[in-house]
């Protein structure tokens, strides 16, 4: 009885110190973790030695597993593969290239410049190959970056999650009873195949349970899902001899992909789920943590670190996105970011109480211990501190960019929004427009667009522009209108679609910048006579496009536009400078900062906008 009522008591005060944790890293934005682990050395011997798991290695394994089963799921339930078609090709190669040359990589490196065992450097290697969700996710977040780059970030981090496991724990099972050659890829045959087939048939009873049972509320399609998460953890682990990582992924991704009842109630209880976890987890793994791990692997291990973060990782993005269409800033910006999170750490542990109760010594344990839980340290405080730094400067945060109404024009306008690159969120009282939106891969938020609740749930305080398309004049207007009283919007962010010209006064005395659709087809129809090149292609057609680009390219600041090579089917049109705005001729000169709209079709127009950036 004593033993138990001092475990809830050690978990009452982590459980505190990690909300403290949680609410410090959001009002100080940063990655949360790093005020985890320093709660948890504090909360440990080496600090105020409230929390000592020494004896309770049973119970600490069984909470461990319990955490990263839920975190991993709630990783996968963020993900919907319908909408990462167009990155399926840089995933899988991240998450197979990627990981084979970080493992490798890391591998060597700590083999040489920490001279310890072959099987411990493998290990090190195998679980520093995660990238952790848990982590990137509130990043991407926190930064805004766009679109494309925070979903291959956070795929990336689920996906490879289990891959590193089962590395891991092959490497693992190879140190403890020396298995090699064709039985060791059996034994990874047996935990892939296993782990997949399990996962999936967790996710498609999971699926098919909550789609067509009407019965089950959304409080119990909460309770169910989580059942059904520690049920395909539990026989993966069983039978698929410690693939329950891999399965709980594999279920999170199904789920996370199929529409079904109640699944914002889902994720949302498993958020808060995942927060209450991280919080435990994490300061009970720091507080196993002896500063002598640390000053064992010296500057050596430091140096392992850094090649790792600095080396290792943008070889590894560099050549797993080779001919990608990726641009360069955007490799960058993902070779950057990569911090390991709980499953690096929790294995660690894992294994290091394993291997410590079968031989009862630490040869090299404690050296790979403290050298997993520097690199969680390092790979989350340094991208915590200078991303948004770097993001800004390569200029991958896109607009914010929130459209109210998800019909027909605004759902055509979010996808040219989303193929320049901007983040764009509609907001749609219907449902069915709602999820044609999401079907394009675009974030929907039904409800009403003028109310504030909903506003604030779609974005609209990091929103850059608001733009009305609803086909009701009271609602456009009513919405910029809280735009501006309620958020402090300018009249340039505000855009509206006015249905009855006779109205289009009425937004200009509000401030409201409008067109109506009537009075602009009939401009576009009226120049497409005589003059139809030009609106066709840009106006009508689907080929064309018009860009707007900031001159940033040294090589071309200073230029007249007549020196400037672009592709032969697209146009510099116009010069904003300042208040300034120049219709461009062959002796325009171009400065840095100048605002310049280029049209063409498309793929002109993208290229030339990246030889001017």
């Known amino acids: 009885m004593a033993e138990a009522t001092y475990i809830l008591g050690i978990l009452a005060v982590v459980l505190l110190m990690g909300i403290g944790g949680q609410l410090l890293g959001k009002f100080l934005k940063m990655p949360s973790i790093v005020f985890l682990l320093l709660f948890g050395i504090i909360l440990g011997p080496e600090g105020l030695e409230i929390v000592d798991m020494t004896g309770f290695e049973n119970e600490l394994e069984a909470i461990v597993a319990l955490s990263v089963a839920i975190i991993i799921f709630d990783g996968g339930l963020q993900i919907n593969i319908r909408h990462i078609r167009t990155l399926q090709r840089n995933i899988l190669n991240i998450i197979t290239i990627g990981v084979l040359i970080t493992f490798t990589g890391a591998s060597i490196t700590a083999y040489y410049l920490l001279d310890i065992e072959p099987g411990m450097a493998m290990l090190f290697g195998a679980l520093v190959c995660a990238t952790g969700p848990t982590v990137i996710t509130p990043l991407v977040k926190q930064i805004h970056v766009n679109r494309k780059i925070s979903k291959i970030l956070e795929t990336e981090g689920v996906l490879n999650d289990p891959i590193s496991v089962i590395l891991a724990a092959l490497i693992f099972e190879w140190i403890l009873v020396d298995i090699s050659g064709i039985s060791a890829l059996g034994y990874m045959a047996i935990k892939i195949g296993m782990g997949s087939i399990l996962g999936v048939f967790g996710g498609i009873l999971l699926a098919y349970i909550l789609q067509n049972f009407s019965m089950v509320t959304a409080q119990y399609a909460r309770i169910f899902t989580l059942t059904m998460v520690l049920l395909t953890f539990t026989f993966a682990e069983i039978f698929g001899e410690g693939s329950g990582i891999l399965a709980v992924a594999i279920l999170g991704l199904i789920i996370g992909s199929t529409e079904i009842a109640h699944k914002e109630s889902i994720k949302e209880f498993k958020g808060d789920l995942v927060i209450i976890l991280l919080s435990i987890i ?10 002598e791990y640390i000053w064992n692997i010296g500057m050596m291990g430091v140096a392992v670190i850094l090649i790792l973060l600095f080396v290792i990782r943008p070889t590894a993005i560099m050549a797993s996105t080779f001919n990608s269409m990726l641009s360069f800033k955007e490799k960058t910006f993902i070779s950057v970011i990569s911090p390991r999170g709980v499953v690096p750490a929790s294995m660690v542990t894992y294994f290091a109480i394993r291997i410590k109760g079968l031989n009862g010594t630490a040869d090299g344990v404690d050296v790979l211990v403290g050298l997993v839980f520097l690199t969680v340290i390092f790979s989350v405080l340094l991208p915590g501190i200078f991303a948004g730094t770097l993001a800004r400067k390569l200029g991958v945060i896109p607009m914010e960019i929130l459209i109210i109404g998800g019909g027909g024009v605004g759902r055509e306008l979010a996808q040219r929004f989303d193929k320049r690159g901007e983040n764009v969120v509609i907001v749609d009282t219907d449902e069915s427009n709602c999820q044609k939106v999401m079907e394009l891969g675009i974030k929907a ?17 990091h929103a850059k522009y ?18 501006k009283s309620k958020f402090g919007f300018s009249s340039n ?38 003059r139809h090149d030009l609106f066709t292609m840009c106006e009508v057609g689907t080929e064309g496009d018009i860009i707007e680009v900031i001159i940033s390219n040294p090589r071309i600041v200073g230029k007249a536009i007549k020196d400037v090579e672009v592709p032969k089917n697209s146009l510099i049109v116009l010069v904003r400078r300042g208040e300034l705005s120049i219709i461009a001729h062959g002796d325009t000169m171009l400065e840095d900062g100048d605002h310049v709209t280029i049209i063409g079709r498309s793929g002109a127009a993208a290229e030339a906008a990246s030889i001017l950036q």
């Open 466 to 483: 608001i733009v009305a398309t609803t086909d009701k004049d009271n609602v456009n207007l009513l919405a910029c209108q809280i735009a």
């Open 493 to 530: 962010m505000l855009v509206a679609r006015v249905n009855d010209k006779n109205n289009i006064p009425l937004f200009s005395e509000m401030g409201i910048r409008s067109m109506s659709p009537i009075n602009s087809a009939a401009i576009i129809l009226e120049n497409m006579v005589g």
């Open 282 to 291: 994490f300061i009970l793994l720091a507080a196993m943590i002896r500063f």
């Open 445 to 461: 938020v039904q409800g009403d667009g003028n109310d504030l609740n909903v506003l604030e749930k779609a974005g609209i305080r």
